[in-house]
């Protein structure tokens, strides 16, 4: 396959990265196959929509936002389906990324003070693979977030259909589950960018770069450059 496309002169990293992963094409390594990009970006966008919907309807401290989407009737009747896709989409995630997710008594770890120590020191940390325990603990994390939102959601979109105390507490939940989700999702961003550059690169293009696989992944770039014994 890699020579035809040089023959026809696409880009073989990119050519490659529509269908395939964990493969190392040339000086570059194919991170995320096209599949697992658009998954990553439903999940996104649909986000994105939900908090631009809900925040107007959540205070009006952000009232504002809701003139850029029509107005406030316009937030309330679509709030509710950008969350439905949300949820969708997350759930495809979660089959799509489960069978890599698995954490080791190690990976569990990651929650708290050894997610500070890696920032602080990537080289002493030579046994992660494709995905560090952080990113398997933000993982579970959103799915938990995006399953409150999803249970309180529907009781607040049919507020009929469910006791007063059930209502309280979807509220409650709802506002817990963003919260986290967001808090989440800013820790993510920074990672994605700030921390490590070059990880962007991975759900936009598809591949990273060998020497970015070397410094935050290394048993990943020496399994598939075939170091790992």
Request: with cysteine; aromatic share 14%; hydrophobic share 50%.
């Amino acid at each position: 396959m890699s020579k035809v496309v040089r023959q026809i002169g696409f880009d073989e990293g990119a050519y490659v990265a529509r269908e395939k992963e964990d493969v190392v094409v040339g000086s570059e390594i194919i991170r995320h196959r096209l599949s697992s990009r658009v998954i990553h970006w439903a999940v996104a966008d649909t986000f994105f929509a939900c908090l631009f919907t809900g925040l107007p309807i959540w205070t009006p401290v952000f009232g504002w936002m809701a003139t850029l989407v029509g107005g406030m009737s316009v937030c309330r009747l679509v709030h509710p389906w950008f969350g439905l896709a949300f949820a969708l989409s997350s759930l495809v995630m979660a089959v799509h990324w489960w069978s890599e997710m698995e954490m080791s008594k190690e990976e569990r770890g990651w929650v708290g003070p050894k997610l500070l120590e890696y920032l602080r020191d990537r080289a002493n940390h030579d046994k992660i693979g494709k995905y560090n325990g952080g990113q398997k603990v933000y993982f579970f994390t959103s799915k938990l977030g995006a399953l409150g939102l999803l249970v309180s959601g529907i009781v607040m979109w049919y507020p009929a259909s469910f006791p007063a105390w059930a209502r309280q507490v979807a509220f409650l939940l709802h506002n817990f589950s963003f919260i986290l989700f967001t808090v989440s999702l800013v820790f993510h961003i920074y990672l994605a960018s700030i921390a490590e550059p070059g990880t962007f690169n991975s759900m936009t293009r598809g591949t990273v770069s060998k020497a970015w696989a070397r410094i935050h992944h290394p048993k990943w770039y020496r399994e598939l450059m075939g170091l790992e014994k």
